[in-house]
């Protein structure tokens, strides 16, 4: 028995150098294999769920694609914040694969982190954000989902309300819509006639969504043309029986073009915009007077397409409206040299803190309700708790023009 006893300190040893020898702070993209899942994987139920310590936290980041703009300044501003607090963490890149986030959540909770902080991949169903749980749940490790919405307003509650391991910490996906919709329709109400390329009367948009069936998407796409609509008819452009402003093209019944790959990319915006204006410019008398993106991605690839075809470059050139969503540095410089019109601002350094301080709560012994409170509480302007829903915490959105 004593020989047991001495085995497993010395065992107990190993794994505490093996651990202390691993590097924090680092980024991998790498697919786990499947030899790193078989070797440390629990059975479901085999371990109960723990809450780790502030000396114990391990944290691993998983981001739905590196590449994302508004996701790598949140990555930024995450890796200083957990730096600088000394958590031991890591990031991983799912490159817009859920198989791929999975696999590396699964390698994750072999190796023994116990916080994980998800920017989940499919936001189309509540199934991954489940699986991701339920798995955590068995290996006694805790979830907080971060700017990707884990169910829509129509199922609120389904997926946080039904687990007491796992939090929330994004926007209220409604919220960028209605200011976007406020800011095009207050810009357009100023400069109608100078909008109104052709002078029909009516100005003709482009939309381009970031992801089909993302809620944030969904509502960005709907609330920036109704509230827009709303502000116009209340300034004397227009009616419900007649709008001022219309779909560039009639046979398109949807009112968008999506990014189909999901990733809400300048790339899919671009070339989008290219074949429009090779059919819908002002030759043809038909030219598209105003765009509305998702986010600053797809604003930049409309924004130079447009470039390439004579417009938005500065003085002496005609310039179309494109609003965007996030406030990137790259977005705020268009913005000051007036290749772009205006963005709603989404904090990511915000959204950093917000999530530093979840971890820290929650691995100081906070329950998810307590650490989300405090969270709110420490910044009552920026942030706020989701009515009926404790545990999902929202980070303000503003309008930002330059």
């Known amino acids: 028995m004593k020989i047991k006893k001495i085995l497993a300190l ?69 890796d200083e914040a957990l730096g600088g607090a000394g958590i031991d963490y890591q990031n991983f890149d799912a490159n817009s694969s ?41 290996a006694g490790a805790q979830v907080i989902f ?43 109400v100023e400069n109608y006639d100078t909008v109104d390329l052709n002078g029909d009367g009516k100005i003709s948009y482009a939309m381009f969504m970031g992801q089909v069936g993302n809620v944030e998407a969904i509502y960005r796409t709907q609330y920036s043309v109704e509230d827009a609509l709303t502000v116009l008819s209340e300034n004397g452009h227009g009616s419900a029986d ?17 990014d189909q790959g999901g990733n809400w990319s300048a790339a899919a915006a671009n070339e989008y915009m290219q074949t429009n204006l090779s ?13 509305i993106c998702n986010n600053d991605n797809m604003a ?26 996030d406030a990137t540095d790259s977005a705020k410089a268009l913005i000051a040299d007036g290749y772009m019109t205006g963005t709603v601002e989404q904090s990511a350094t915000g959204m950093a803190d917000a999530l530093l301080g979840m971890v820290q709560n929650v691995a100081s012994g906070a329950t998810m309700d307590d650490a989300v409170a405090a969270v709110a509480e420490s910044n009552a302007d920026l942030y706020s708790v989701a009515e009926s829903i404790p545990n999902k915490l929202y980070v303000a959105y503003s309008a930002y023009t330059g």
């Open 146 to 188: 971060f700017n990707r919405a884990v169910e829509g307003t129509d199922n609120e509650g389904a997926v946080l309300n039904a687990y007491d391991t796992v939090a929330f910490v994004g926007t209220d996906a409604p919220e960028a819509g209605h200011l976007q919709g406020q800011m095009i329709g207050d810009y357009l």
């Open 279 to 291: 059919q819908y410019n002002e030759a043809n008398g038909n030219m598209i007077e105003l765009i």
């Open 300 to 325: 930049e690839g409309a924004i130079s397409a447009l470039q390439q075809a004579g417009y938005n470059n500065g003085e002496g050139t005609t310039t179309i409206p494109v609003f965007g969503v």
């Open 98 to 138: 859920q198989a791929t986030q999975n696999e590396s959540i699964t390698t994750a909770l072999a190796d023994g982190y116990n916080i994980l902080l998800v920017n989940l991949v499919d936001t189309a169903s509540t199934d991954a954000a489940s699986l991701i749980i339920e798995q955590a749940a068995d």
């Open 10 to 78: 010395l065992m107990a040893c190993v794994m505490v150098f093996a651990l202390a020898a691993c590097s924090s702070g680092t980024d991998t993209t790498e697919a786990p294999t499947t030899a790193a899942t078989e070797a440390g994987g629990a059975e479901a139920g085999e371990t109960e769920a723990t809450t780790p310590t502030a000396t114990t936290a391990k944290v691993g980041v998983f981001y739905y694609a590196f590449s994302d703009a508004f996701i790598s300044s949140v990555r930024a501003a995450l």
């Open 242 to 258: 007649d709008p001022a402003l219309v779909y560039f093209d009639a046979n398109n019944t949807d009112g968008y073009q999506a």
